[in-house]
């Protein structure tokens, strides 16, 4: 279970470096203002500086949720555990919070809870 854990706790990681990217360097490009529902460029410019915050709020997730993979796999497993559960429970509550308060980007918030919470799950069935 642990293993697996791990491995959806990458792709999570993986998929919030990608939105890292979208928000942080890419905001202002047409697919991106498309994917996040920002309708002119005017708008994703005056947005700018909210989307490239929360999209370090995105790595930085990634970032410890990837190095709880690697503590893990270099033999310290509690502080791996713990480090991979605080990224991708970070996530987890951060989709939520996107789907109670902007319903319409349920979709959104799955794609940004689905591998994170597999993780969570695994993981806290590999502890118990």
Avoid: C
């Amino acid at each position: 279970m642990d293993v697996a854990g791990y491995i959806f706790a990458g792709l999570a990681a993986a998929v919030h470096v990608y939105i890292f990217v979208l928000e942080s360097i890419l905001w202002t490009a047409p697919k991106t203002r498309a994917t996040f529902g920002v309708k002119s460029e005017e708008e994703a410019i005056t947005t700018q500086p909210l989307a490239f915050n929360q999209g370090f709020y995105n790595l930085f997730l990634a970032i410890v949720s990837a190095v709880g993979i690697v503590i893990a796999a270099t033999g310290s497993a509690s502080v791996g555990i713990a480090l991979v559960l605080a990224g991708t429970g970070s996530m987890v509550a951060a989709g939520l919070v996107l789907i109670l308060s902007s319903p319409d980007k349920a979709r959104a918030a799955v794609v940004q809870m689905l591998f994170p919470v597999i993780a969570v799950v695994l993981l806290v069935i590999h502890l118990l």
